[in-house]
């Protein structure tokens, strides 16, 4: 079992910064692709970004030149940089770490405000 622990979200002001991170407990970390997803209130999770065990990178059409995915395989760490943040990034903001096998596991998400 894999267990994904999320931090860094906060309150942050629009065209503001912030970096999350997620910690895997176990696992062979860098044969997953990692990612990250998003859920703001009345609305479907979203795909935010992910990264392949190959170093493929892919983005949601909202946050394409704003954020960055990057990885760490040997401190099992996925991280996620988001720049110039608007209103509409505000949401809970969920690790995902997908398995060769086709398994996914979550994080318990971490809370991304932006408001002035």
């Known amino acids: 079992q894999v267990q994904l622990v999320e931090s860094g979200g906060g309150l942050v002001q629009p065209g503001g910064s912030l970096r999350l991170s997620c910690t895997a407990s176990a696992g062979f970390f860098s044969r997953y692709t990692l990612g990250w997803y998003r859920q703001a209130p009345g609305k479907q999770r979203e795909l935010v970004a992910t990264f392949t065990s190959g170093g493929n990178t892919n983005y949601g059409d909202s946050v394409k030149g704003r954020f960055t995915i990057s990885r760490d395989d040997a401190k099992n760490t996925v991280y996620l940089h988001l720049n110039d943040l608007k209103p509409e990034d505000t949401a809970v903001y969920y690790c995902?770490?997908?398995?060769?096998?086709?398994?996914?596991?979550w994080g318990q998400g971490t809370q991304v405000t932006v408001s002035s």
């Open positions: 995902n770490a997908e398995t060769i096998f086709g398994v996914h596991y």
